[in-house]
């Protein structure tokens, strides 16, 4: 299976919260990220968590961290349509210069 | 502040021609850089990574090479486009050690 694994498709109504779910593999990982990236563009950086921390909140923006499930969520409040877009889940492995692994993405649809 | 510049946004190729994308970092010095594809289906794929200058770290074999000519210059060149590269291609840099990954705007390549 993936080492990182994502839902594909994820669909909220405007005002509501949006959690985007992420499961690693790797005890190891150091740092977990969430990137958003809109149509036709790059991958945005939105927050990282440590792994030694259980929660990160910046803004709309919650990110818990289980590392005993190996369990990663990013929790959108007041999901708005600018919201609308694919959201990557990575974890950093090793300290050092390895690359991040990344999940396939969920597509969060927001409804007006 | 750093910055990444990645170009052309777009390029549309003939089967068997070469490619040139470029990828230039502003504002940081010795930064490790990556060259990502991602397809129609979303996922991104590691293609290549450089720790340092002339240092290429190749992921998956394929038409495709990186060279970095330059501290903050990363290349990827194909000397025989196929039709199967045609994806949207990504760099990215980061600082070092546990930093998060930063993107450029990507490049669209089609080849007909």
């Known amino acids: 299976g993936e080492d990182v694994e994502q839902s594909l498709f994820l669909s909220v109504r405007e005002g509501d919260s949006s959690v985007i779910n992420c499961t690693y593999t790797?005890?190891?990982?150091?740092?977990l990220y969430w990137y958003k990236q809109e149509p036709g563009a790059g991958l945005q950086l939105l927050t990282y968590?440590?792994?030694?921390?259980d929660m990160k909140q910046d803004q709309r923006l919650t990110v818990l961290l289980n590392k005993k499930d190996k369990h990663l969520s990013l929790r959108i409040a007041d999901t708005q349509t600018g919201d609308s877009a694919i959201y990557f889940c990575?974890?950093?492995?090793?300290?050092?210069?390895?690359?991040?692994?990344f999940g396939k993405g969920t597509r969060l649809s927001v409804i007006a | 502040s750093q910055t990444i510049h990645q170009w052309p946004a777009t390029l549309v190729q003939p089967v068997g021609s070469p490619l040139s994308l470029e990828c230039t970092v502003e504002?940081?010095?010795?930064?490790?850089l990556y060259w990502y594809r991602q397809a129609a289906g979303r996922g991104l794929q590691l293609l290549f990574y450089?720790?340092?200058?002339?240092?290429i770290s190749s992921e998956v074999p394929q038409n495709l090479s990186a060279s970095r000519p330059q501290d903050r210059q990363f290349i990827l060149s194909s000397k025989k486009l196929l039709l199967s590269d045609s994806g949207f291609y990504l760099c990215?840099?980061?600082?070092?050690?546990?930093?998060?990954?930063?993107f450029g705007n990507g490049t669209r390549l089609t080849v007909t």
């Open positions: 990215a840099w980061k600082a070092g050690v546990n930093s998060p990954l930063h």
């Open positions: 790797d005890s190891s990982s150091t740092y």
């Open positions: 968590i440590f792994s030694n921390m």
């Open positions: 990575a974890e950093s492995r090793y300290s050092g210069n390895t690359p991040l692994v």
């Open positions: 504002g940081t010095s010795n930064p490790n």
């Open positions: 450089s720790v340092g200058i002339g240092q």
